[in-house]
Nanobody, 122 residues
Framework: VQLQASGGGLVQPGGSLRLSCLVS????????IGWFRQAPGKEREWVSC??????YYADSVKGRFAISRDDAANTVWLQMNSLKPEETAVYYC??????????????????WGQGTLVTVSS
């Protein structure tokens, strides 16, 4: 499985961006896909997860970020609204490549994309 994240860029505080994660090598359905981010000098943190069933979000992004997927396009989206400067980071998408993996069962993300840089600054 290969994943390619894109859509990052420079945005002002309070602005929006939509990231995309193109998955190749297998179809999206029946696998958990997650978004993570890593800010300069900080550890990587989980942001959101989508699979068959509910979607999940870190508390820090609930109500502002929305994850969705288009199985036909093999793409997962992360809509990010009301962005804050402290959310400047490299954003990564990742997949749990075990068939039937779901977010609520503690996915083990073992395939990662290359990351896309999001800079929130005026």
């Amino acid at each position: 499985v290969q994943l390619q994240a894109s859509g990052g860029g420079l945005v002002q505080p309070g602005g929006s961006l939509r990231l995309s994660c193109l998955v190749s090598g297998r179809t999206l359905d029946h696998y958990a896909i997650g978004w993570f981010r890593q800010a300069p000098g900080k550890e990587r943190e989980w942001v959101s997860c989508i699979s068959d069933g509910p979607t999940y979000y870190a508390d820090s992004v609930k109500g502002r970020f929305a994850i969705s997927r288009d199985d036909a396009a093999n793409t997962v989206w992360l809509q990010m609204n009301s962005l804050k400067p402290e959310e400047t980071a490299v954003y990564y998408c990742a997949a749990d490549t075990r068939y039937g993996s779901i977010c609520e069962a503690g996915p083990q993300f073992d395939s990662w994309g290359q990351g896309t840089l999001v800079t929130v600054s005026s």
